[in-house]
């Protein structure tokens, strides 16, 4: 019986973006925490507020373990790493988290300036496919209302949108068809 903790190597994917940039798709490690401030310092304030809806949180070495070291049965954090340089550098990070509902929140947050390439795309679809992979019935994401970009790509992917209050929306995917439309 395989363990559950294991590392899920099938979740390493390689893509090729438009720009013809090499990016590796692979689930977070315990070692990625040693590229957590080089990352953020990627993140314009902008990134961050998004990304934790107006809270940023302060970094801790309490925090990154426990960004980095998950248990792959109940969630998954994807990280993009650009394939062109040494030392390859962690680009773009999308997480899902179960709820005790069976559903799992989404949220990404890309480099700025990989922003506008379709890497957010390609990884809000990848986190789709693994929740359903996982075997769990519905994905949402929790968004700032002004944040057109994730709300367009969400939107796309078939989320129902609803208010949440007056300034989120909750966007909900129902994964037992599996389908991105």
């Known amino acids: 019986m395989e363990d559950p903790n294991s590392y899920p190597v099938q979740y390493i994917e390689p893509i090729l973006l438009p720009d013809n940039s ?3 798709l692979r689930p977070v490690h315990p070692v990625d925490g040693n590229q957590a401030d080089i990352f953020r310092e990627k993140m314009s304030a902008k990134s961050m507020y998004n990304r934790f809806l107006g809270y940023i949180p302060r970094k801790t070495d309490k925090l990154v373990k426990q960004l980095t070291e998950i248990d792959y049965s109940k969630e998954m954090a994807i990280v993009a790493v650009l394939q062109d340089g040494n030392p390859k550098e962690i680009v773009a ?76 929306v909750c966007a909900e995917k129902d994964l037992k068809t599996n389908s991105l439309s």
Not at 135 to 162: C, H, P, T
């Open 93 to 168: 990070v999308s997480r899902i988290v179960s709820d005790s509902e069976g559903k799992v929140e989404f949220a990404i947050i890309v480099a700025d300036e990989w922003q506008g390439k379709g890497l957010g795309k390609i990884m809000t679809d990848y986190m789709i496919k693994i929740a359903a992979d996982m075997g769990f019935e519905s994905i949402y994401a929790l968004v700032f209302n002004d944040n057109e970009a994730m709300l367009k790509v969400l939107k796309q992917r078939g989320f129902e949108m609803k208010k949440e209050d007056a300034y989120t």
């Open 22 to 24: 090499i990016i590796q």
